[in-house]
């Protein structure tokens, strides 16, 4: 079953947040596995100071282009998961 990595920036207590990961996690398709990193931007004022009014954000990888923030865009979602699939 091959990984597909995303990364979250979220914050406690944020319904968008859980609401994104649960939609992110119902993309998933049988022989999928999505390995979501849920950073917690108020630990770090450098994220605060990136990414403070638009959480959630979510990316393939931290080092790729945002796919969505506020809500899950799915079809930018499953571009990275043929992106990655592609790649494997």
């Known amino acids: ?3 597909i990595p995303f990364t979250l920036y979220s914050r406690s207590y944020c319904h ?3 609401d994104m990961l649960q939609a ?3 993309l998933q398709r049988p ?3 999505f390995e979501v990193a849920v950073i917690d931007v108020d630990a770090d004022p450098a994220l605060v100071a990136r990414f403070d009014e638009l959480v959630p ?3 393939g990888d931290p ?3 945002e796919l ?3 809500f899950l865009d ?3 979602a499953r571009g990275w998961v043929g992106a990655c699939t592609q790649a494997a």
């Open 63 to 65: 080092g790729a282009a």
């Open 24 to 26: 992110l996690l119902a």
């Open 74 to 76: 799915p079809a930018a």
């Open 57 to 59: 954000v979510l990316f």
């Open 31 to 33: 022989g999928e596995h």
């Open 68 to 70: 969505c923030h506020y």
């Open 1 to 3: 079953m091959q990984s």
């Open 16 to 18: 968008l947040c859980e």
